[in-house]
């Protein structure tokens, strides 16, 4: 049976889904979302313009510019085109990457969820979910030896950037939480174990002031 066009691109597309992610995770460390906030509310920048901003005097221009080119073909930036040399485009924000993926003054930022998600030593453990079929093991420990929470311990870093991830997934749900459960407001005080940063105890506190909230 021949295949069609669509189904091809379908199939081929399932491959490439990783990329989308990883482009996107270049531009964070990049800072070229915050790099456009910055430049004001509606701001549009051009190549150079981003590229002054960047930390190197020599920048690639040429990666850049696929990197922002691509970002705008998944409707993450806008890019419009007004010269005739592909320089001349300039680049803004969607709503969406606004809201999501601006780190400076915004607590809603999904940028250290994408960072997390991203991390060399939290991908690792994929390459071995296969071996979680036949050997029933944990990927994890599989990929470095110990449980999350043991390496997490053992490097600070890791434990940092997954705690950030974990005080990103808190803010976009706590308001949810406080609004529609009232249980806290008989409580007289609060501990929180293994609570990371204490976000969640603080919004918590901060609705309840009388709550005494302890983190352990």
Known sequence: ?????????????????????????????????????????????????????????????????????????????????????????????????????????????LVPLLLMLTHLVLMAPWQHLHECVLQDCNAFEKAHGKDLWAYEKDDPAVNDVFNNSMSTITILLIGKILSDYDGFKDVKILVDVGGGKGTALAHIVKAYPHIHGLQW
């Open 1 to 109: 049976m021949a295949m069609g066009a669509s189904e091809v691109q379908q199939a081929v597309e399932n491959i490439y889904s990783f990329v989308p992610t990883l482009v996107l995770k270049s531009a964070i460390l990049l800072n070229i979302p915050d790099i456009i906030a910055n430049a004001g509310p509606n701001a549009s920048l051009t190549l150079a313009q981003v590229a002054e901003k960047l930390p190197t005097k020599t920048p690639n221009l040429h990666c850049l510019s696929l990197i922002l080119k691509y970002l705008s073909l998944r409707s993450l930036f806008v890019q419009t085109q007004t010269g005739e040399n592909p320089r001349d485009a300039q680049y803004s924000l969607t709503d969406s990457a606004k809201r999501f993926y601006v780190r400076k003054n915004n607590p809603g930022s």
